[in-house]
């Protein structure tokens, strides 16, 4: 059973930046892709960014130029690094993987506060 363990977030004002980051455990089938999803009170949970297997990153349009994802496939880690955050970015963030098989995998998700 894939395990995915995160660490990092908490609390930044605005225009600071954090650092998120996230292992799997328990891997036997590549993982074709790795990622972040966050989920804000009252909305639905949204793609952040995701790496792809083939190398290619996609992010979601409020994030472009100021978050980027790294992924350390042989490790199968992903970070998340955060710059120039905003409130509108405070939300629970999670790490997302998924197999070949299209079998998701959850992380528990992690915290993240932008206030002044």
């Known amino acids: 059973q894939v395990q995915l363990v995160e660490s990092g977030g908490g609390l930044s004002q605005p225009g600071g930046s954090l650092r998120l980051s996230c292992a799997a455990s328990g891997v036997r089938n590549t993982i074709y892709k790795m990622g972040w999803y966050r989920q804000a009170p009252g909305h639905q949970r949204e793609l952040v960014a995701q790496f792809l297997l083939s190398g290619r990153t996609t992010y979601t349009d409020s994030v472009k130029g100021r978050f980027t994802v790294s992924r350390d496939i042989a490790r199968n880690t992903v970070a998340l690094e955060m710059n120039s955050l905003k409130p509108e970015d405070t939300a629970v963030y999670y790490c997302?993987?998924?197999?070949?098989?299209?079998?998701?995998?959850w992380g528990q998700g992690t915290q993240v506060t932008v206030s002044s």
């Open positions: 997302n993987a998924a197999d070949k098989d299209s079998v998701d995998y």
